[in-house]
């Protein structure tokens, strides 16, 4: 696309709910430097008997095509970035393809065209000013602290043969026989096999069955695996406890680079700490994006809809091409089918749109405005992040007509930030949460509508990825290349 300075005016007027008309009128003295242009770039491609490639003459070349066609042609290329400008003119902010509808100039004088299109619409966000979320507690508690501390005892634990009843955290012995009818199924059967009560890894039922249970009890019960009811038969041999390490010096020398068991005690409780400001942090901003959401009353537009689902449809696709794993892998490990898939994916991205739109409307009312300065530094950042010159990335952002878009995100990154410095945030107990704790840590301009991972496990499959699901005609599903971010997590 080929940008020019345009000599035109461009009236918008609204029609029906979130459309505009746009009326736009351009000189017959650019439509002439159109017209040239057209000229020149035909003369390079057409090829006319008799003469040499780009020698074509260009009386014989109107000739041999005609002004009206050539005329036609001129302004059927030059309509895109025409009606890009009169949209930056008029200030409008579309969110469809336009319908254009050229009224006059065709042939000669001066061109004038309608476009009609859908823009953003403004929602309001009554009673954002007392806002109040509440998130879990910073605070480490002692028995939180003894949690943990009992976790890692138990790693270095020894298991103990005891005679009472078993009881949850126990491990047993047990012979495990499971039947279809009368058929032994040896694949799901075993012999002096340990097992944890509590665990619930192989059917609900044997946890029932064995607490309380004592050595040389039998008891058979039916259960479900894999979708088909079975009899389950189970002799209990053995019955053994963790026996824990006293939670002493000794032990914190074992089991840590620590000396003595408070110094551990005081690592554990500054690794929650930190875990719990992080989850603070990142529940706050989402909270507080919820309770503002939530504000919004008026129907957002489908097409809107439509865009942020074909996005999140691309980020799943990216995501499981780069997890090895094929829709119907995720559809078996997630539990879901493809309807439920769509439609968790279409609130979400309803929740996006509208999240979107209410931090708009809040810049608005609250005249929060993107300084010059501003948006160079976001773009000396991104330019920085992308690794190219900043002057470059300024020229392709306006020859691409995206230096408004840049402006605009960083616009709702500040009124998030307003939102985060005025909102009331309490514990469960209704406790003040300091704002240090989620002021100091926000992320990045593109991080303000961004959608949650797919939370995708880890997968060595080597099938190709197919992503066939299918959607709604009017949904589209663009190829994509780009991974998502991961978090990682704090081991225990």
């Not at 351009?26 to 491609?45: A, G, H, S, T, W």
């Not at 409307?361 to 976001?378: F, K, P, T």
């Not at 690794?387 to 408004?404: A, C, I, K, Y």
């Amino acid at each position: 696309m080929v940008n020019f300075r345009f000599c035109m005016r461009a009236i918008a007027e609204p029609t029906d709910a979130n459309f505009v008309k746009l009326s736009v009128e351009v000189d017959e003295d650019e439509i002439q430097d159109l017209l040239d242009r057209e000229v020149n770039k035909l003369i390079r491609e057409v090829r006319v008997p008799g003469f040499r490639p780009g020698k074509v003459p260009r009386k014989v070349l109107e000739a041999r095509l005609g002004l009206k066609t050539i005329r036609q042609r001129a302004i059927q290329e030059a309509l895109p970035d025409l009606y890009a400008k009169a949209v930056a003119e008029s200030n409008i902010d579309p969110i469809d393809t336009p319908q254009i509808d050229i009224v006059a100039g065709e042939e000669e004088g001066v061109l004038t065209f309608d476009a009609r299109v859908q823009v953003r619409p403004k929602v309001t966000i009554a009673g954002y000013q007392g806002l109040k979320v509440t998130v879990p507690s910073p605070t480490v508690s002692a028995d939180e602290v003894e949690e943990q501390l009992n976790r890692l005892r138990r790693q270095f634990g020894e298991l103990v043969n005891v005679a009472r009843p078993a009881r949850d955290s126990d491990y047993v012995t047990i012979d495990l026989t499971v039947y279809r009818h009368s058929e032994v199924l040896d694949d799901l059967s075993m012999v002096d096999s340990s097992y944890e009560v509590g665990s619930g890894t192989i059917v609900a039922e044997l946890d029932e069955q064995l607490r309380g249970a004592r050595i040389g009890d039998i008891f058979k019960f039916n259960g479900v695996v894999n979708g088909e009811e079975v009899t389950f038969r189970v002799l209990v041999k053995e019955i053994k406890e963790v026996s824990l390490p006293d939670p002493d010096d000794s032990f914190a020398e074992e089991a840590s680079e620590f000396s003595t068991i408070e110094e551990l005690r005081e690592d554990i409780r500054s690794r929650l700490e930190r875990g719990k400001v992080a989850a603070v942090s990142r529940t706050v901003r989402e909270e507080v994006v919820n309770a503002l959401t939530e504000l919004v009353v008026e129907e957002v537009p489908e097409v809107l809809v439509e865009t942020e689902m074909s996005s999140r449809l691309r980020e799943l696709s990216s995501s499981l091409q780069m997890q090895k794993m094929t829709v119907k892998e995720y559809l078996t490990l997630v539990g879901a089918t493809e309807d439920q898939l769509l439609a968790d994916l279409r609130e979400g991205a309803l929740r996006s749109v509208k999240a979107d739109l209410a931090l708009r409307a809040l810049a608005e009312a609250e005249e929060i405005e993107v300084s010059d300065e501003e948006l160079s530094d976001e773009l000396s950042t991104l330019a920085a992040k992308l690794g190219v010159e900043l002057e470059q990335l300024r020229q392709r952002l306006e020859h691409d007509n995206s230096l408004s878009t840049v402006r605009s995100d960083l616009r709702r990154t500040k009124a998030l930030q307003w939102l985060l410095e005025h909102v009331e945030v309490v514990d469960e107990s209704g406790n003040q949460v300091q704002k240090e704790l989620y002021l100091d840590n926000q992320d990045s301009v593109t991080a303000v509508t961004s959608t949650p991972d797919a939370g995708l496990p880890e997968s060595s499959t080597e099938s190709e990825v197919t992503v066939d699901i299918e959607v709604p005609d009017n949904i589209e599903v663009p190829d994509s290349t780009v991974a998502g971010d991961s978090e990682g997590g704090v081991a225990e």
